[in-house]
C-alpha cells in the first residue's frame, strides 16, 4: 500500500532499532506487507545458481597459480585489489593477471581501480571475453586513500565512464561499498545508508553525463559489509534491496532494476589472536547472506589482520561453496519471508536507513556531508558507544573477550597496514583486549612467567562457584594466572595464600550474603598485609560503604568496564606502565 511504500512503518516507542530487538506491537500486521516489498526486490527472473563465491586477492602479490587454484577451486569472480600496486605498474599488473580468468567462465572484478587508470584499463578489459566488475567506488576510494581533498572530485569524472555504460553483458562499473563505513565504527543501518547514498549518486551522475536511467541503475554493484548477528545480518541483506527500490523509485527508475548485492564480513569483526574462530563469525555472515538473498558472497581470509595463508583463503572460498552445495542454501528465494521476527527486523532496518538517507540529503548529499565532518562525527560517534560495549563485554568476542587460547601463537602486525593514515581508518572491535593480552604475554616471555591474582573464596565453594567463575574468566582475559583459596578463607587464612602465592591483586568471590558478614574482616587483613589491589566479585550493594573503608579498591560485575579493571590489575602486576 501506500503508507508502506513510502517506508513509513510504525511500530511500538522504544524499539532499539540497530540493535533489533523487537517485541509485538501495533505494527505486528505489516510484517507480511514488507515480506512482499522484499519479495518485490529480489531479482526479476530465476538465476542460474543461488549466489556467486567472490575471492579476493592483494593484486601486488598475487600470482597467476594462486588465481588459477580459486578457479579450479570453485570461485566464480576472482577479485583483484589494487590499493598497494605502484600507481605506474596498475595496467600491465591488471592485464597479466587476467588472462588467468579469461576463458574460464568467471568473472574479473576490481577493487581500488585509481581514477587515472580508468582511460587505460577498461578499454582493454571490456574487449575480454568476461564479465567484468570494474568496482569503480569513489567515495570509498576517498575515504581509503586519508579522506583529503574534495570527496566528489571521483564522481565528477564519471563523464569517461559513459562509453561504457551501454554495452550489453553482465559486467557492470560502479560500486558502491559499505565496508570502509562499516569498519570505521558504523552502525549497520549508518553503512547500509551510507552505501546506498554512494549508489544513488553514481546514477544520478552518470545520467547527468546522458546514459539511460535503466542502463545506470545497473551500472552500479552493492557491496554490504556485516557482523556476527545473524539475525542483524539477515534484516540488512533484506532491507538493502527494499531501499535500493525505493531510491530508484525516488529517481524516478523502474525499481524492477534488480541490484546485484555482494556480501562481505566486515574486517572489525576479525580478531587477531586465535584467528580460528573467525571462521565461526565468517560462517554466521555467509549463512545470512545466503538466505537473506544475495547474489555475491565473499569471505576474508580468517587471519587477514596477520597475513593471508593459503589454508584460511581456502576455507573463505570454501565456506560459502559448501553453504551453497551441501547445505543448499538459495534455493528457495526469500525463506526468511513470513517470520514476523524477521519481517519486521527488515522493516525496522529499512525504516531507520531510509531516515539516515533524509539526513545525508539535508546535509547536501553524500559529497557534502563527507566533507563537512557530518558523516565522520556521526560514525565516531557510533564506534565509541560500540567500543564501550565490547569493553563492558556486552557485544562479547569468543577467543578475545571471552574464553581466550593462549595456546595459539599470534602475530603482532598486519601484514598490509594501511599506507596511508585515514580518518575513517579500521577499528578492529577486539583491540582494546588484544593490546592488553599482547602486553601480558610479552611480559610473560620476557620474564618466564605470568602474574597471578589471587581469588579469595567466601563461604562455601558451592555459593561461590558463580563468581569465582565469572572472577577468573576475566583475570585469564588479561592473560594473567589464576590462584583460587579454598573454600570459607579466613582472613589470616587469604594473607597467607596471597604470600605463597605471589599475587599482585585478589577477588572476593561469594554470594552478597557472605559478603556482608565476612568480607570486611578479609578486605581489611589484606589490605593491611600490604596488598595492593583488591576487589569484589558483584555489583556494590548495600555495604559498599563499608567495603570500601575497609580497603576495597572497586567491584567488579557483569557490565563493568571489564578492559578498565583489566588495565589497572595489569600496571598493579607491573605489565603495565
Aim: hydrophobic fraction near 50%.
Amino acid at each position: 500500500d501506500a503508507i508502506a511504500r513510502r517506508l513509513r512503518f510504525k511500530w511500538e516507542d522504544g524499539i532499539a532499532l540497530d540493535a533489533l530487538r523487537i517485541e509485538p506491537g501495533p505494527g505486528a500486521g505489516v510484517g507480511a506487507t514488507v515480506a512482499r516489498l522484499v519479495a518485490a526486490a529480489r531479482h526479476a527472473a530465476a538465476l542460474p545458481q543461488a549466489f556467486a563465491v567472490r575471492q579476493r586477492f592483494d593484486g601486488a602479490t598475487a600470482t597467476i597459480d594462486e588465481l588459477r587454484d580459486a578457479v579450479s577451486g570453485g570461485a566464480d569472480s576472482i577479485e583483484l585489489d589494487l590499493s598497494r600496486v605502484v600507481p605506474a605498474a596498475v595496467s600491465a599488473r591488471v592485464h597479466a593477471l587476467a588472462s588467468t580468468v579469461t576463458g574460464a567462465g568467471r568473472e574479473l572484478a576490481l577493487n581500488s581501480l585509481p581514477v587515472a587508470d580508468w582511460d587505460v584499463v577498461l578499454p582493454r578489459l571490456f574487449e575480454l571475453d568476461m564479465p567484468i566488475a570494474a568496482g569503480l567506488d569513489p567515495y570509498s576510494a576517498w575515504a581509503s586513500a586519508g579522506a583529503s581533498g574534495d570527496p566528489g572530485s571521483g564522481v565528477a569524472a564519471m563523464s569517461r565512464l559513459v562509453p561504457f555504460v551501454g554495452r550489453e553483458g553482465n559486467s557492470r562499473l560502479l560500486r558502491a561499498s559499505g565496508a570502509v563505513w562499516f569498519d570505521a565504527g558504523a552502525t549497520v543501518a549508518w553503512s547500509l545508508a551510507l552505501m546506498v547514498a554512494a549508489g544513488l549518486e553514481y546514477v544520478r551522475a552518470l545520467r547527468a553525463c546522458g546514459a539511460a536511467p535503466a542502463a545506470a541503475a545497473r551500472q552500479v554493484e552493492l557491496e554490504l559489509a556485516l557482523g556476527a548477528d545473524l539475525f542483524e545480518g539477515l534484516a540488512a541483506v533484506r532491507a538493502s534491496r527494499l531501499v535500493w527500490s525505493r531510491g530508484l523509485e525516488v529517481l524516478g527508475i523502474d525499481p524492477v532494476v534488480p541490484p546485484r548485492l555482494v556480501v562481505t564480513a566486515g574486517g572489525r569483526i576479525l580478531s587477531r589472536r586465535d584467528p580460528w574462530t573467525n571462521a565461526l563469525r565468517e560462517t554466521g555472515v555467509a549463512f545470512a547472506a545466503a538466505v537473506g538473498g544475495a547474489d555475491v558472497i565473499r569471505l576474508p581470509a580468517l587471519d587477514a589482520r596477520t597475513g593471508e595463508s593459503p589454508a584460511s583463503q581456502r576455507l573463505a572460498r570454501n565456506t560459502p561453496l559448501i553453504l551453497r552445495e551441501e547445505a543448499g542454501l538459495g534455493r528457495v528465494a526469500d525463506p526468511a519471508g513470513g517470520a514476523w521476527y524477521l519481517d519486521a527486523a527488515t522493516g525496522l532496518l529499512a525504516e531507520r536507513v531510509w531516515v539516515v538517507l533524509g539526513e545525508l540529503d539535508d546535509a547536501g548529499g553524500l559529497g557534502a556531508a563527507l566533507a563537512s565532518g557530518f558523516v565522520e562525527q556521526r560514525i565516531e560517534a557510533q564506534r565509541a558507544a560500540r567500543a564501550d560495549a565490547v569493553r563492558r563485554r556486552q557485544r562479547p568476542i569468543t577467543g578475545v573477550s571471552e574464553y581466550p587460547e593462549r595456546a595459539v601463537p599470534t602475530r603482532g602486525a598486519t601484514r598490509h597496514p594501511t599506507p596511508v593514515p585515514s580518518r575513517f581508518r579500521l577499528h578492529a572491535d577486539a583491540e582494546p583486549f588484544e593490546r592488553l593480552q599482547d602486553a601480558a604475554d610479552s611480559w610473560a616471555d620476557a620474564n618466564r612467567g605470568r602474574r597471578s591474582v589471587l581469588l579469595v573464596r567466601l563461604g562455601s565453594g558451592e555459593e561461590s562457584a558463580a563468581r569465582v567463575a565469572f572472577a577468573r574468566g576475566i583475570v585469564e582475559v588479561g592473560g594473567l594466572d589464576v590462584v583460587v583459596t579454598p573454600e570459607a578463607t579466613s582472613p589470616a587464612r587469604a594473607v597467607e595464600l596471597a604470600a605463597s602465592s605471589g599475587a599482585v591483586a585478589a577477588i572476593m568471590c561469594g554470594a552478597d550474603a557472605r559478603y556482608a558478614v565476612e568480607a570486611v574482616p578479609v578486605a581489611s587483613a589484606l589490605k593491611s598485609a600490604g596488598l595492593r589491589l583488591l576487589l569484589v566479585a558483584g555489583r556494590p550493594g548495600a555495604d559498599a560503604d563499608a567495603l570500601t573503608a575497609a580497603g576495597v579498591d572497586d567491584f567488579v560485575f557483569a557490565g563493568a568496564d571489564i578492559a578498565a579493571v583489566l588495565e589497572r590489575l595489569l600496571k598493579v602486576a607491573g605489565v603495565l606502565p
